[in-house]
């Protein structure tokens, strides 16, 4: 079975621009969350999505959005990108509720 | 406001004794409990996790114990290894709510 897939690894931006992340869960999955992961704040996260809705929500401002479509794979979304938006962006999935999360490798993102 | 705390950012011990990582939380609210381990450039992989209505929870060399009055679990790895040399996150989540929160990580080196 497949891990969770993340797209790109690797992405070099400049302030003010807007970037979309992927991410394609586990086959079955139904519940994909993101997580962004900086050196001094450790993992935090950002949202969750389960079956096209956005079930739960971080303390992040506008500028971060996401969806989830049919088939459960994820997009993220960062408008206005700022130099503090460098990191590690993580996404994971679950089957359903209440279970563990299995994370992908992530997209590393450089604002510059 | 942290919520779960990692006080020690690294940890080092020799190959063949036990690993004791420490965790200490705040939030009361908080039922389910899990460990995640992190290579560099890869993201977290699950360890092992505990419900609140436990105070133990075994998986061959990986123990988790919690201890609820003190809002305190620690993992231990049972004997080291020089592969456990990772980062290791604990995190936690309150019923009815898929988000985690995630400590800061604590860096194990074991050294052969």
């Known amino acids: 079975k497949a891990g969770v897939t993340q797209t790109p690894r690797y992405l070099i931006k400049t302030r003010g621009q807007q970037v979309t992340l992927s991410c394609s869960p586990i086959s079955g999955h139904r519940s994909v969350s993101w997580y962004q992961q900086t050196p001094g704040q450790g993992l935090q996260f950002l949202f969750e999505?389960?079956?096209?809705?956005?079930?739960n929500k971080g303390n992040f401002p506008g500028r971060f959005s996401g969806r989830q479509f049919s088939n459960s794979r994820s997009e993220m979304n960062v408008s206005t990108l700022e130099l503090g938006d460098s990191a590690l962006y993580l996404c994971a999935s679950m089957v359903g509720s209440g279970e563990k999360l299995f994370f992908g490798s992530g997209t590393q993102l450089s604002v510059l | 406001d942290q919520q779960v705390k990692q006080n020690s950012p690294s940890l080092s011990v020799q190959e063949g004794r036990i690993s004791i990582l420490n965790c200490d939380y705040t939030n009361s609210m908080f039922d389910y409990f899990l460990w995640y381990k992190k290579y560099p450039a890869e993201g977290p992989t699950f360890l092992i996790s505990?419900?609140?209505?436990?105070d133990k929870n075994e998986d061959g060399r990986f123990t988790v114990f919690l201890n609820k009055s003190a809002k305190h679990l620690s993992l231990h790895i049972v004997p080291s290894q020089p592969g456990d040399s990772a980062v290791y996150f604990c995190a936690a989540r309150r019923g009815g709510s898929e988000k985690l929160v995630f400590g800061k990580g604590t860096k194990l080196t074991v050294n052969p």
């Open positions: 999505y389960f079956s096209e809705t956005q079930r």
């Open positions: 505990i419900s609140s209505i436990k």
